[in-house]
């Protein structure tokens, strides 16, 4: 698994206008699979992300994770973090999980 994390504000997803989620302060999480990705390998990761430290606290140092701040996450499927553009133009997406 992959994961491009970013700290927001506030983020939401829209579908043809529709809002399909949202999340106030906290973390968007870009997410890609692969074919070998299972249960283990997302609560690790789900942990590996809750638990980074990328919220100040009142000096200014980011001491924080997302627990700390009551902050939520936003999680949006993204396959396209396993393309692979190495040769030619055009990536390959085969490593992508379906």
């Known amino acids: 698994?992959?994961?491009?994390v970013q700290r927001v504000a506030r983020a939401r997803v829209t579908d043809e206008g529709?809002?399909?989620?949202?999340?106030g302060r906290?973390?968007?999480v870009l997410l890609g699979a692969t074919h070998g990705d299972g249960e283990p390998e997302a609560d690790w990761l789900a942990r590996?992300?809750?638990g980074l430290r990328v919220f100040s606290d009142p000096d200014g140092q980011?001491?924080?994770d997302l627990v700390a701040v009551q902050g939520g996450a936003?999680?949006?499927?993204?396959?396209?973090?396993?393309g692979?553009?190495?040769?030619?133009?055009?990536?390959?997406f085969v490593a992508a999980a379906r």
């Open 26 to 28: 906290g973390l968007l």
């Open 18 to 23: 529709h809002e399909t989620g949202a999340v």
């Open 74 to 82: 936003l999680v949006v499927p993204q396959f396209t973090l396993y």
């Open 62 to 64: 980011m001491n924080l």
């Open 1 to 4: 698994m992959r994961a491009l």
């Open 84 to 92: 692979d553009a190495r040769r030619g133009r055009r990536p390959d």
């Open 48 to 50: 590996k992300v809750a």
